[in-house]
């Protein structure tokens, strides 16, 4: 088979390992061949290829961002785009099959494609972790560990210098990279989307702490919401492009915290810093295993289908059936990580 | 309630934050007082008790090693060892119930002495991830993620040079942490206990290698067995004087396959940085988890009953069903990995 | 002797490590007693020591932040400040040397209270490398390591997205940390304090990167300024809230090479991650030797001299003759660095 | 110009940011060609050679490993070698200038070659730092760092085990990697080879350690030598099998130790993870900077210089003068660092 690639959307480590177990598998085992797919969709639907042959995923597995390249391009929009469109493309390159590796919205573009005839499947990809159809994604182990590490070193600016450190991590609208990275780092409040709190209660923590001699870390979501300022965020979110703003709200909470508190508070915000460069082990034996079950579902010929991990395994599920649902931080492990407030 | 805490074996990544989860739950949810447990089994048949409060464990989590000190005596040996003489001890320090975090070895003395009516909760503790009973134990990702830096290392090396590298790391009875550090690594072989091969098939996947401009990288567990060698193996533990040869495997390979392919072959054999030192952020979330879950057992009195992780979830399992059985890598792990061999 | 140590001002790693090197070696070579100051210039205004002593700097080498606590206060302010005080405070502890560890503003006090009689001896501290005493200070190479695995990160993320990445990094006055980490990582351009450019200029180089098929790397420092532009940056700092924003010269100018050339811009500011945590194996061997070279400045008592690495050597030289000039980054370091630009 | 670079000896990490360096600054300032000579002297001398030119060193500052390959080849040496033969060599290919990047070997073949009239500019590179010519060079700083996180790592291990853990450095003829790494991790022994010490000497440390209620960490140069056991290391060389045996020194002494003293003591050997791998920043600032400076060498017609670090700037000095002395460690650094043992 001629087998064509694609990664859409933000850049996730780990993107490299699964183009890599892809083409290896399928070069060694069916004797695929491989057409590489530029900037996402927007390579499928301007004919925009390159060559994927085995040299070219030669000690891809450790190495971040995408040989391919991203973009955030919808398939179904422009001029060119839509099934039709991208199918007279596919027969052009003589591609059998498209491995789709991407988001939510990838993913659902790829159910759509495959409802009109086009065959895909699909490799789900959220630095996010916030897919309902797999434990774990790629790249969240990564964000985790980096997230970590920097928690760790303003840790012991924070104890030095007797300040409140607050760090923004991602998480748009799930927080479970502020969830592990804080139970991880030892933070005195998660604060994530899913679990609005008001300011009070923050103050309240950052107190407890500080009474007990110590140093207030915070770790939060870009998503988090202050409960009962939905004003303060409706100003805070909007730039002169009315765009969400950059960096928003730990640089709204810090201030207000010392304001509140008296303590000495700061912002650091991590930023793209969680998304790039070399993947974890973790992420790389995922990343590895997704991108090689990717070939067995195109083997199998099971269009529409996502690969996925449960447990240790990994498994091949139906898109259809797998997205549409927000995987949130459910409140069992909030209160889990909650003990550890304070 | 009065808990006691003990860490009994190898050393391994998480040990403290298993120990911080629990102190920090009890201490905060249910008012509970703990003590520490000096040295394993050693200290609970000797007397040897340490204070342990909240202040102790601040800062833990990401801490290397254990605060209680580790051995490996077993508590039923000694002329105070045996169920009776431990029960005295606990009585004397008003200890209500034990949390052991150790090895299969542990967890079996620990159901022995839970049929002796002590009550004691068990924390699955192997770096090498070889007990069936959670799908993965804390130390084991740190282990994967050390080494796999170190194969990153070496290979620019191997390349620049020419050179077969061949890698020992840590797995006597089981191959997980070469598999997932292997795939990591894009190692060309991996050889584990559980799949002896022929010198004549690494040599073949050495030459394959080297045929296509490459420097073959090989990871080898430490307990992997050389197919129709066992003579080999008879031999090579013993050096000029007579002593155990330190090493072994990877260095009894290395010459064997630079004498076969005339390719240069150095080896280097891991040791102990791979269960030193800070563990990664998965193994922080992990252990901790771990050990809040430990709370949760003693709790509900489950005595006998050990902490592990199936999926996403903690759950609390049988001593009794879950242990007994070495978590082999399975042939299909194998097969996977395999198709990235040569 | 009976010797106080204080660490004032912003955090840098290696700070505990100067500590544990000055009490080591006054206690087995000299049998030196120590005392901690708590929070710099302010606990021996206030008063307000700890005990110190070969046990408390046990393991301190590797560890981040300062033990001692840290406070911007300038010795000669408020009721209880200046020279008689402060010797009735050493006095009362039987102090005989003070070893202040700190920056620019620290060593002129220094100066300050050696003048009015007072046995001090500094050890130059400052995250920024600016000063002109020492060929390098502490902590300065742990930042340059911590800002060159941010950009390799950002990288491949700049890369897989087309992008141009801005990168802030710390120095206020002077750009040793962008010039360092930008050669490091293969920065496209450094922008530095003292190299105002316009951002025309700055365009150019990313227009060229760009046509060259890349994606441009920007290292800025946070005290660079935009030639011509001083309108611009004297807005720059007042937010909707008419606060002080956070971030500065990065978040300026990403959006301008936006617009201007077309090419997706973002900002990542490193901030505080760059001062806290671990230090380098080069800094921690660095503030061990100045922490030894301190006691023996002590000892020939050089009151008002500093310890300051020339070469390879540590040395002792006058505090009034080694600080006065910032050490900025001369031209030839520029243009060497710059041969690497666009 | 016409220039060729090699690389000759072992790995080093920042082999590729000097060839960066190089063929940047030639390439934009000069309008230099470049030839890459593969695998060291060999290639010289064989006449293979690859196309080296800005694309080809793209990325290259933070990669391990040499993109030219090396060898152990001696220029000299065989049918094809000595002046005449690679002046041939060099005219074929229309090689106007060599850059020979090596170590003590290497440079003194450059000056050979200098005096036979062949145009050839030295930078020094020793992962040991061994060179006298310069204050630093290449590839050491990683390697101290490597050893350092080791150290660190296995410290935790010896804390929880009550161990004695012996660690060996790279360093045949001088300490350097020991002395720094074993400053920076906190060890209670440095042995060097500038240092023989007795077995007794190294125990009254172990047991002091002990007797204060710690875990002995020990760092120990390769090429270190046991005071008066002359015949311990005659013999140490020799496995079962008549071969010389790996590890050595760290694996003579540990069970020494542990005989001596009751001790549990363990060896690692760190081996080649110390010059494989992405050099530190400091390394990558260090090579770049050599290698432009080694093309302000050829525009000056310096032949037989080699450019060297002093202070913090880049010289170019004779070969002839820098090379000839082993930079080992002098007697005041190992004073110094001696008062932190035991």
């Keep these: 088979m001629k087998i064509g690639i694609l990664t859409s959307g ?9 183009i890599r177990g892809a083409v290896l598998k399928g070069v060694r085992i069916h004797d695929d061949e491989f057409v590489g797919i530029r900037n996402g969709w927007r390579g499928l639907v301007d004919g925009d290829f390159m060559a994927l042959d085995r040299h070219s995923v030669r000690g891809l597995s450790k190495q971040g961002g995408t040989i391919l390249g991203s973009s955030r391009t919808n398939p179904f ?4 785009g839509g099934p039709e469109n991208i199918q007279k493309r596919l027969d052009a390159q003589g591609i059998d ?9 990838t993913l659902a573009a790829a159910q759509r494609l495959t409802d ?5 499947v699909g490799v789900p990809k959220t630095i996010d972790n916030d897919l309902a159809a ?13 997230a970590t590490e920097a928690i760790d070193r303003l840790r012991t ?3 030095s210098h ?20 804080g139970m991880a780092g030892g933070a005195h409040a998660i604060l994530i989307p899913e679990q609005p709190q008001t300011i009070e209660q923050i103050c309240e923590w950052v107190e407890h702490v500080r009474d007990r001699g110590r140093a207030p870390v915070i770790v939060v979501s870009e998503g988090f919401l202050l409960a009962g300022m939905e004003e303060a965020h409706s100003h805070k979110g909007l730039d002169a492009f009315n765009r969400p703003r950059l960096g928003g709200i730990g640089e709204l909470i810090a201030p207000m915290i010392e304001e509140r508190t008296g303590i000495e508070s700061r912002a650091t915000v991590l930023g793209h810093t969680q998304r790039g460069g070399a993947p974890s082990a973790y992420d790389r034996v995922l990343a590895t295993r997704l991108g090689m079950a990717a070939i067995d579902a195109i083997q199998a010929e099971q ?4 690969v996925s991990l449960k447990g240790t395994e990994i498994e091949i599920v139906s898109i259809k059936e797998a997205t549409g649902g927000l995987k949130t931080v459910p409140q069992d492990r909030y209160d889990e990580a909650a003990v550890l407030f304070g």
Tied chains: 1, 2, 3, 4.
């Design 116 to 120: 009109a005839g086009i065959k895909i």
């Design 10 to 18: 933000g850049d996730c480590p780990g993107l490299n390992a699964v």
């Design 162 to 181: 007797g300040r409140c450190m607050v760090i923004e991590v991602m998480g748009r609208h799930v927080g479970w990279i502020a969830l592990h990275s």
């Design 134 to 146: 797999t434990d774990y994604s790629f790249g969240f182990d990564t964000a985790v560990e980096i």
């Design 157 to 159: 600016t924070a104890e």
């Design 97 to 105: 099959a498209i491995i789709a590796i991407g988001g939510e919205g």
């Design 303 to 306: 269009w529409g289908s996502m």
């Design 77 to 80: 929009e422009g001029e060119h």
